[in-house]
């Protein structure tokens, strides 16, 4: 079988992986380049046994990134969730774990020159416009993945990678609370439809007589997913986005009061798995929905637990902090930006293969 090789870099980015390309290494048509994706994670197959694709929704992610015609911005970056058992690339959202390695990507393949001993990568998600700014470690104008950060969800340790969110509040839907409301009711159940970072649904676990704390069970639990997926749909039909049945936005999380001495417990799905940690791009919303006044989780939430903007979500594999600079207060709080530290690692640099027929 006659194939064709395409240049790329495969990374952990966060609590996530998947290969990250150039832009100019895949096909401007869309269509093409979303058949080129199917076909190197293996989708659409439980197993995603034909590619490499990790048979997971973290595992199921590409970077795509090239330079920017911005002003300011450095580099743009545009996710794609490859979905496993269907032949669906969804753009809609962005992934703020795979962007951790954005900015070590973008050093890697000679997009923006290192400094030493960090250097700062202005992004631009080009799924939401939101702008990030990127400090990553580079001694001697090298990307070092070797540190001492840890982050729950990743075993050991790597060099830390700053993020900070810019411009995140409505970036994909044009306002915090696109349907008009802090809090409204779909199918019997109260939740908030929020847009901080990525489009969200809130919902107290606990008007699904859940504690809030259960794992592997709430994907085991068919009933409970089916109503999930009936109240995100018309939610996001309500938020703007239209039929939502094969994009992965908007999210859903369920919530609870803190057992650790977070802000607030979250139970994070992806949309149709739960999430193994916490999306960072999702716990900035919980973090921005817990602290606003009117919303599902303001009851759940601990305020007297954020120190300094420092906004800890609990999950079901530790912790995600999340620190968040914000102005006035109560029904005035403005979210005006939002950082979170992560860690990427390379793990191979150089080819992948596609059946030629794919892409002649």
């Known amino acids: 079988m006659t194939q064709r090789a395409i240049p790329c870099l495969f990374m952990r980015g966060g609590t996530s992986r998947g290969p990250y ?10 269509r093409k380049r979303d058949r080129v994706l199917l076909a190197v994670m293996g989708s659409p197959d439980a197993r995603q046994i034909d590619g490499i694709g990790g048979a997971d929704s973290l595992t199921s992610k590409v970077a795509i990134v090239g330079p920017s015609t911005e002003p300011g911005v450095d580099v743009d970056y545009l996710f794609a ?10 753009t809609e959202p962005s992934c703020g774990n795979m962007l951790a390695g954005v900015g070590p990507f973008a050093v890697e393949r000679g997009l923006v020159r290192g ?9 631009r998600s080009v799924n939401t416009g939101a702008r990030i700014r990127a400090i990553v470690q580079t001694p001697g104008g090298q990307v070092g993945y070797d540190g001492e950060q840890e982050i729950d969800g990743v075993p050991g340790s790597a060099a830390p990678v ?9 970036a994909k839907c044009g306002s915090m609370f696109p349907t008009g409301h802090s809090s409204e009711t779909i199918a019997g159940v109260a939740v908030t439809c929020i847009d901080v970072a990525m489009p969200m649904v809130m919902i107290a676990a606990a008007d699904f007589g859940l504690t809030g704390y259960e794992t592997a069970a709430l994907a085991a639990d068919s009933g409970l997913m089916t109503s999930l997926e009936q109240i995100r749909r018309e939610a996001g039909r309500r938020m703007g986005l239209g039929d939502v049945r094969d994009k992965v936005v908007p999210k859903v999380a369920l919530l ?3 057992r650790s001495g977070g802000l607030i417990s979250s ?30 989780a303001g009851p759940l939430a601990d305020p007297a637990a954020v120190s300094e903007g420092r906004c800890v979500i609990e999950h079901p594999s530790g912790v995600l902090e999340v620190r968040l ?6 029904d005035a709080l403005t979210i005006e930006s939002a950082g979170v530290v992560r860690t990427a690692r390379k793990i191979f640099d150089g080819r992948v293969l596609v059946p030629a027929s794919v892409w002649p």
């Open 81 to 90: 969730q490859v979905a496993i058992d269907r032949p669906i690339v969804d």
């Open 21 to 30: 390309f150039l832009a100019t290494d895949l096909p401007a048509d869309a």
């Open 267 to 296: 139970r994070y799905f992806t949309p149709d798995t739960l999430h193994a940690a916490h999306a960072v791009t999702g716990g900035i919303c919980v973090a921005a929905c817990a602290l606003t006044p009117g919303t599902v």
């Open 162 to 170: 700053r993020l900070e969110f810019i411009d995140i509040v409505g």
């Open 325 to 330: 600079a914000t102005s006035g207060e109560g």
């Open 115 to 123: 400094g030493d001993p960090e250097t700062t990568v202005t992004i």
């Open 256 to 258: 609870a009061r803190p």
